[in-house]
């Protein structure tokens, strides 16, 4: 079946430092990728998006890119605030099964000053 | 002007009671999801509803009961609540395969 995996965290860096957040996934088709971003005490935000290989999705500074080859939509920021403390879960929607949601485990990212 | 809402936001109850989370959207969207997310952040889809029909149903044991009155509501009734209940409960939207936007989650503890 579809699946989504994440890299354990928590991830811990110092402001400005440069994020990886690994996600890899197994499914059948074309699914649509994303990223969604849980701050504390609150609900997920969608934080971007790929619908197709090569894809490029990005907001606020995040990016990730479609990678058939390597099932792969690893999230990038080049320079980590404080305010990017958060949970941040990958996931995948199988467009041929009603748009279901399937979520990684998360991975926590704490920044420090 | 809140797009996905849910009340309660903290639900506290005892074992074997019977208790309902409510939500509702105002994006227009067409599709609602209920998903719970354990303690160890684990997120899963329980149910969707498109158009007041239920089309996703996973492995939930039946005291779980949706209701969507109408498309911008979809209600989730939990009889006989049990321990193993407890989680945050997040409400979705969506237009047909468009992104889904997620409420504020209800924190259910049941003692």
């Known amino acids: 079946g579809n699946s989504v995996t994440q890299m354990e965290g928590p991830v811990t860096l110092s402001e400005e430092a440069f994020l990886t957040i690994n996600c890899t996934y197994t499914?059948?088709?074309?699914?649509?990728l994303f990223w969604y971003v849980q701050y504390p005490g609150e609900g997920l935000q969608l934080l971007l998006k790929a619908t197709k290989a090569d894809d490029k999705g990005s907001n606020k500074g995040f990016e990730a890119t479609y990678r058939k080859e390597t099932t792969s939509f690893h999230l990038e920021k080049g320079s980590v605030q404080v305010s990017d403390s958060a949970v941040y879960f990958c996931?995948?929607?199988?467009?041929?099964?009603?748009?279901?949601?399937?979520f990684g485990t998360g991975t926590r990212l704490q920044v420090f000053p | 002007d809140t797009a996905v809402s849910q009340t309660p936001k903290y639900l506290v109850t005892q074992m074997g009671n019977d208790k309902s989370i409510k939500c509702e959207q105002n994006l227009g969207h067409d599709t609602m999801y209920w998903y719970k997310q354990d303690s160890k952040k684990f997120l899963k889809i329980m149910f969707s509803y498109n158009n007041k029909e239920l089309i996703i149903n996973e492995t939930v044991p039946n005291r779980f009961s949706p209701k969507s009155p109408d498309k911008a509501h979809l209600n989730l009734h939990i009889n006989s609540l049990e321990l193993g209940d407890s989680a945050v409960y997040f409400c979705?939207?969506?237009?047909?395969?468009?992104?889904?936007?997620f409420g504020p989650g209800t924190r259910l503890t049941v003692l």
């Open positions: 979705a939207s969506s237009l047909s395969s468009g992104s889904q936007y």
């Open positions: 996931a995948l929607s199988d467009r041929r099964n009603t748009d279901k949601l399937i």
């Open positions: 499914a059948t088709g074309y699914p649509s």
